[in-house]
C-alpha cells in the first residue's frame, strides 16, 4: 500500500521522526517562525502553535488547508511549499516532542513577501 504525501499518521517510527526534523527546518526556512515565533510558540504577527498536537479542531486536513490557502492575516504557501514539504511541516506541528531546527538560533527568515 502506498502511503499518501499527507497521511502522516501513517508515518511511523524513525520514518516519522525524520519527518519531524524536516518539518523543523521548514518552519524556520519558509518563514512560518517568523510570525508564529521560533518553535511555533507564538510571536507577534501569528498565534502560538504549541496546542496545536491535541486540538481537535485542528486536524491535519485543516492545517493542510491554513497552509495551502493562509487565513485572515496569514498568507498562503500554496505556490512555496510540496504535498511533502506540508506533510513535513504536520508532522511537525502534531509532534510530541518538536524537535529543534539542527543548526542556528539566529532570527528566523521572513516569508517571501513580509
Ligand atoms: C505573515 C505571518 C504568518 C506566517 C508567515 C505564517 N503564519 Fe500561520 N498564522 C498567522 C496568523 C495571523 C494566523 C491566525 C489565523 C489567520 O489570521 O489566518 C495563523 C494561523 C495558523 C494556523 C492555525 C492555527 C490557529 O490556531 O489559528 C496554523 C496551523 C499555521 N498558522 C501554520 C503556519 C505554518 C506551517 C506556516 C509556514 C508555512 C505559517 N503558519 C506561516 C500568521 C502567519
Redesign the pocket.
Known sequence: MALSATDTNALSGAKKKDAEKAGAI??RD???A???GVGGTGGK???D?SG?PKDKA?PPEK?TN??LN??????P?RES?TDDEVAQ?IAY?RAKHRPAPPTGTGSPTP?PG?
Open positions: 521548514l518552519f519558509k518563514g512560518c517568523y510570525c508564529h504577527k501569528g498565534p502553535l496545536l485542528w492545517i491554513q497552509i493562509g487565513g485572515q492575516k496569514m498568507p504557501f511549499v511541516l506541528l516569508p513580509a
